[in-house]
């Protein structure tokens, strides 16, 4: 079975520009779980979705959206980018109902 | 509210233990594991549910007070795979997980 994918895997971008990031998660996967790692702050959760629907938020501003399609894929954006906003963008996708959470190799934002 | 975990990190040598300790101010559903190695994405290692139970992957064990709200992640004679970043995450009654800053263990010969 193929693993959770996502693109880009790396993507550079200037302040004020938006960015879309896009995440396949494991065939048959529902939910699909978006996070934000940098260095000394962990991975911070951003989104869950489950059905097209978010289930959950993190503690983001609103620059940062998500959305999950009718095959399960989703998609973050990040509108008016700044500095902070340079991180490993890791998208994780789980089974209906089970704990395990499946990681992709995440996409790496630079913003300059 | 994210989980507390120590210590930030950790050097061992080979067939030494180690302990990682993850704790939460709310009241927790779940505690998870999870170990990442450098440029690459985390892998899940086990969870843990309410009653305090305890499991096991390899030599790699953990437990979980539910009343007080701590996990604990036993590393016992560490072999130099064992190296990597070790996240607690923690799920509460609403189901948002959220992950501690990690803990960084390097294994030597």
């Known amino acids: 079975k193929a693993g959770v994918t996502q693109t880009p895997r790396y993507l550079i971008k200037t302040r004020g520009q938006q960015v879309t990031l896009s995440c396949s998660p494991i065939s048959g996967h529902r939910s699909v779980s978006w996070y934000q790692q940098t260095p000394g702050q962990g991975l911070q959760f951003l989104f869950e979705?489950?059905?097209?629907?978010?289930?959950n938020k993190g503690n983001f501003p609103g620059r940062f959206s998500g959305r999950q399609f009718s095959n399960s894929r989703s998609e973050m954006n990040v509108s008016t980018l700044e500095l902070g906003d340079s991180a490993l963008y890791l998208c994780?996708?789980?089974?209906?109902?089970?704990?395990?959470?499946?990681f992709g190799p995440g996409t790496r934002l630079l913003v300059l | 509210q994210q989980p507390v975990q120590s210590p930030q990190a950790v050097i061992l040598r080979e067939g030494e233990d180690a302990v990682i300790n993850c704790s939460s101010s709310?009241?927790?559903?779940?505690v998870h594991w999870y170990r990442q190695k450098h440029g690459e994405a985390p892998v899940f290692l086990m969870i843990?549910?309410?009653?305090?139970e305890q499991k096991g992957h390899e030599k790699i064990s953990a437990s979980f007070n539910e009343k007080k709200q701590q996990s604990s992640l036993y590393l016992t004679a560490s072999q130099l795979s064992y190296s990597g970043t070790y996240f607690c995450?923690?799920?509460?009654?609403?189901?948002?997980?959220?992950f501690g800053a990690g803990t960084q263990v390097v294994v030597t010969p």
């Open positions: 979705y489950f059905s097209e629907t978010q289930r």
């Open positions: 995450g923690t799920k509460d009654s609403w189901g948002k997980l959220q």
């Open positions: 709310k009241a927790l559903y779940s």
């Open positions: 994780a996708s789980s089974l209906v109902f089970q704990e395990t959470q499946y």
């Open positions: 843990l549910l309410k009653g305090g």
